[in-house]
């Protein structure tokens, strides 16, 4: 089955730098990878995804990065603040007929003003 | 529009008991899928439910059954309770079952002693 590893597991930033979290996951045929945002005590919260059939995909400060090839995604947040400081997941949906999410061990956030 | 809710938001049980947790999907969603997230893990696919038929499951023994409704809602059912089954559990609702996106409830805290 699909194994989806993400790092690093703790991230401090101060305000205003920017954050990247890096998965890497082992099925192929993976085709759709989202990145969840969880606070304390709520449920995640989709804040990104991006198909296998693109590269890159931006939304304001988030953006996020595909190499099919390696099998690595990555999340960018840009001029962070302290709301961003949070648990994020990265996930991976395996090929046709399984639409389970597989998704990485987290990593806290914490964006320091 | 109404987003995923879940009930109850915290459970205790003890070991041995049996536990039901309730799922309502987001208005126009047919496809539920529930999550296991232990403390400090990523959530991990316990089952999903279309048409009111399982539709996929995880690495989790029998003792964990579902059920869906006409009116796709969803009972998640835990037999023969156990230490390790305290967990976080969510609900996720997507459009249809094909659909990419599965956006969260709040999650019930199961909590066995």
């Known amino acids: 089955g699909e194994n989806v590893e993400q790092h690093p597991s703790t991230l401090s930033v101060q305000e205003g730098d920017s954050a990247v979290i890096k998965c890497t996951y082992s099925?192929?045929?993976?085709?759709?990878f989202p990145w969840y945002k969880q606070e304390l005590g709520k449920g995640p919260q989709l804040i990104i995804d991006?198909?296998?059939?693109?590269g890159e995909k931006k939304d304001q400060r988030i953006a996020v990065t595909l190499n099919k090839t390696a099998k690595h995604f990555s999340l960018h947040i840009t001029e962070t603040q302290p709301e961003d400081s949070a648990v994020y997941f990265c996930?991976?949906?395996?090929?046709?007929?399984?639409?389970?999410?597989?998704f990485g061990k987290g990593t806290k956030l914490s964006v320091i003003p | 529009e109404t987003g995923v809710t879940q009930s109850p938001t915290h459970l205790i049980k003890t070991r041995g008991q049996q536990v039901t947790l309730r799922c309502s999907s987001q208005?126009?969603?047919?496809?539920v899928s529930w999550y296991q997230q232990a403390l400090g893990q990523g959530p991990q696919f316990i089952f999903q439910?279309?048409?009111?038929?399982?539709?996929g499951r995880g690495n989790f023994p029998p003792r964990f059954s579902g059920l869906q409704f006409p009116n796709y809602s969803s009972e998640l059912n835990v037999n023969a309770l156990e230490l390790d089954d305290s967990a976080l559990y969510l609900c996720?609702?997507?459009?249809?079952?094909?659909?990419?996106?599965?956006?969260f409830g709040p999650g019930t805290r199961l909590t066995v002693l």
């Open positions: 991006i198909r296998s059939n693109v």
């Open positions: 439910y279309y048409r009111e038929e399982e539709n």
């Open positions: 208005s126009g969603h047919n496809t």
């Open positions: 099925d192929s045929a993976s085709n759709y």
């Open positions: 996930a991976a949906r395996s090929g046709a007929g399984s639409y389970q999410l597989t």
């Open positions: 996720a609702s997507s459009p249809r079952v094909s659909h990419n996106e599965q956006f």
